[in-house]
């Protein structure tokens, strides 16, 4: 069964740095695009960061450029989120998504989501 786990979300303080991973298994997620996504408390889901599946373009929300990393280890079949300078309204639930289309992933309506992890940046 295909599953996306994420991990490495916690607590911080503003201008603090953390690192989420989303772990895919089941199948061979390395030549789907992944993304992540966050929803903060009342606000719908939104695009954070996404990278392809073949050439590793990555793609990014404006609120998050300059600041934020995605990264991925095919051999690990994992993606990996670089949250640096993190902001107060950095805070949300982070979720991860796979598809085998790029647009349908940074849609956000990928086929394949995780349970999400919770991140809250102080100030």
């Known amino acids: 069964q295909e599953q996306l786990v994420e991990s490495g979300g916690g607590l911080v303080q503003a201008g603090g740095s953390l690192r989420l991973s989303c772990a895919a298994s089941?199948?061979?997620?390395?030549?789907?695009?992944m993304a992540w996504f966050r929803q903060a408390p009342g606000k719908e889901r939104e695009f954070v960061a996404a990278?392809?599946?073949?050439?590793?373009?990555?793609f990014y929300a404006d609120s998050v450029k300059g600041r934020f990393t995605i990264s991925r280890d095919k051999a690990e079949n994992t993606v990996y989120l670089q949250m640096n300078s993190l902001k107060p309204e950095d805070t949300a639930v982070y979720y991860c998504?796979?598809?085998?289309?790029?647009?349908?992933?940074?849609?956000?309506?990928?086929?394949?989501w995780g349970q999400g992890t919770q991140v809250t940046v102080s100030s």
């Open positions: 990278v392809s599946g073949t050439t590793s373009n990555t």
């Open positions: 089941g199948r061979t997620f390395s030549n789907y695009p």
């Open positions: 998504s796979a598809d085998r289309s790029l647009a349908t992933t940074l849609e956000g309506r990928g086929d394949y």
